[in-house]
């Protein structure tokens, strides 16, 4: 499913940050305080864009299958829930701080991997900022800690979650008593998860506050293989139905040394960012470890009983984890794209149009002669029905490259044409093709072009 031959994305970061900064898709959190690390607010257009992206896998989940279900766990759960996954005793990495000038921490097998070309690599590694000597690496948790309750003791002790599948895990006894499922059946959430990343960076590829798309499908024990096979093509496939390139993509199968405790087989979607290829969604078969450790940890019985066979089993877990922020860029730079029309540089973002922040824009050619109202009556037709947007304001050339920009597909002009006989232009944002069809037909056509397959224009 790759083009070996695809080495380099053609759009660098710094294009995307500049992008997604000047249109109000993702600023620096705090910024006018000087920022805060590896945190950032998103802007209309971003937060459009992310819920698109996860409302197209609440749609591959829930609507596209009846074999899945759906949760939201909070955020603070039972310290005991830690333990018991064993985050508290295992979610580290290994820290170390600069000795030299910068005093900068790093990761040590990241530095080691940069620096040896292996993370187990033997060596000696120095500062990747200063070329300083390095302190002996010492384990960090990644967890963030706060207390409940007005008295900050140990007994108060929680913790922001570092992944939302425990939520799932500890509410699979819930499941099966009200949704009348037996495995195979899955229990899907996005949510927030924090951690306290020790170099995250690389814009929202890696922030310590991000949001997650996770499904535990729980599975008899003899079928995991099938399973895990099965939901590595669904995933491939999501991807790339959304638009994005085969050549961007790949599989790749985590090594014996790579796999955490918990997981007997492990594969990453990776996708070929500016930072080169880096995991996009984890697709893991997770065993029976996790509902066997709580039902350790808390006394219940966290198993399946088959009444038609008699069958007693704690079911394995197939579990493909996405990041939304991690998605988002990823159909961002899949997108971006820089041409020249008519002697002059377009910049232009080739969103799948489901996943496109705004559908459609309504542009009056000028503001006078009646054209601002005709526009208006237009865009309150469109609203209620998708994401629209009403510009009236500058040349209608630059109205255009602002939508081109934002990655809206189709583009309304209402002239002087539309009031003598009731036609638009239509303007097709990746052909650049216009038409002319009648205002009271947009609806219904303008749903039929969202409902049909698209494809990449990138793909040729």
Known sequence: MTDETATKPEVTMEEIVALCKRRGFVFQSSEIYGGLGSTYDYGHYGVLLKQNVKNEWWRAMLQDRDDIVAIDSAILQHPRVWEASGH????????????????????????????????????????????GELTEPRQFNLMFKTHMGPVEDAGSVVYLRPETAQGIFINFKNFLQFSRRKPPFGIAQVGKSFRNEITPGNFIFRTREFEQMEMEFFVPPAEAEKWHQHWMAER?????????RPSHLRLRAHGPDELSHYSSATSDIEYLFPIGWSELEGIANRGDFDLTQHAKHSGEKLEYFDQATGER?????????????????????????????????????????????????VLPLVSKEGMPERAREIFDQLRPLMQAEYDEGGSIGKRYRRQDEIGTPWGVTVDGQTLEDGTVTLRDRDTLTQERVPADELPALLLKKLSEPWKSPKLG
Do not use: N, S
Request: proline share 6%; net charge negative; glycine share 8%.
């Open 313 to 361: 089993y704690v079911p394995y877990v197939i579990e493909p984890a996405a990041g939304a922020d991690r998605a988002a860029l990823a159909f961002l730079v899949d997108a971006y794209d820089v041409e020249e029309v008519e002697g002059r540089k377009r910049t232009v973002l080739r969103l799948h149009p489901r996943l496109a922040p705004v559908k459609v824009a």
């Open 88 to 131: 508290l005793e295992g979610f580290t990495d290994p820290l170390v701080q600069c000795l030299g000038k910068c005093k900068k921490r790093w990761r040590e097998d990241h530095v080691r991997e940069e620096q040896l070309g292996a993370a187990d690599a033997e060596g000696e590694i120095t500062c990747p900022e200063c070329g």
């Open 236 to 244: 491939m496939r999501w991807y790339t139905e959304l638009g994005i």
